[in-house]
T-cell receptor, first 112, second 117 residues
Framework: SQQGEEDPQALSIQEGENATMNCSYKTSINNLQWYRQNSGRGLVHLILIRSNEREKHSGRLRVTLDTSKKSSSLLITASRAADTASYFCATHEGGATNKLIFGTGTLLAVQP | GAGVSQSPSNKVTEKGKDVELRCDPISGHTALYWYRQSLGQGLEFLIYFQGNSAPDKSGLPSDRFSAERTGGSVSTLTIQRTQQEDSAVYLC???????????????FGEGSWLTVV
């Protein structure tokens, strides 16, 4: 079963706009990660936020985490056509395990 | 190599045949994962190896699926008597050590596209 659920499933924006994707999860977590996937190939790690952090930045990426609501958001500012990809959140399944479970993903299309 | 390597990149097989997919993780990584992704879908966890511990096979969809990891390195995912619903991208990933507490990220290969006709 999927631990995370992202919304929206698909998002289309114009270049220069901001894109916000949300992720909800079910069990307690130690950290939450966001990954990017181009054209159905391998995923690339973007950013990790720990359960004791509320916000984290990396370049044009901003991630927030609300453990009380079991949700996270990924914000991409000043989007570019090259940001077009699928974005997934991932969490470790409940308990002390290294098993990483991915959400259903958000397909982002940035129109030039 | 520097990254996770998977082979074959693409495989077309006839229904009922067996297939083997190979994964070479990053050298030194003790954790290895297999995921499956159907077209336009999210990643489905299949199996997880951690060092010499017994693998977590809880995601394998049926007994037609099995995986081995020899010498703590290379892994092979075997699908017996393939069915059309097995068509998907099979993604392998590896990570160093126990990532849960340290927050290790995992590194993916480019995947093996399997098409069952």
């Amino acid at each position: 079963s999927q631990q995370g659920e992202e919304d929206p499933q698909a998002l289309s924006i114009q270049e220069g706009e901001n894109a916000t994707m949300n992720c909800s999860y079910k069990t307690s977590i130690n950290n939450l990660q966001w990954y990017r996937q181009n054209s159905g190939r391998g995923l690339v790690h973007l950013i990790l936020i720990r359960s004791n952090e509320r916000e984290k930045h990396s370049g044009r990426l901003r991630v927030t985490l609300d453990t009380s609501k079991k949700s996270s958001s990924l914000l991409i500012t000043a989007s570019r056509a090259a940001d077009t990809a699928s974005y997934f959140c991932a969490t470790h399944e409940g308990g002390a395990t290294n098993k990483l479970i991915f959400g259903t993903g958000t397909l982002l299309a940035v129109q030039p | 190599g520097a990254g996770v390597s998977q082979s074959p990149s693409n495989k077309v097989t006839e229904k009922g045949k067996d297939v083997e997919l190979r994964c070479d993780p990053i050298s030194g990584h003790t954790a290895l994962y297999w995921y499956r992704q159907s077209l336009g879908q999210g990643l489905e966890f299949l199996i997880y190896f951690q060092g010499n511990s017994a693998p977590d096979k809880s995601g394998l969809p049926s007994d037609r699926f099995s995986a081995e990891r020899t010498g703590g390195s290379v892994s092979t995912l075997t699908i017996q008597r393939t069915q059309q619903e097995d068509s998907a991208v099979y993604l392998c990933a590896s990570s160093p050590g126990q990532g849960y507490y340290s927050g290790n990220t995992i590194y993916f290969g480019e995947g093996s596209w399997l098409t069952v006709v």
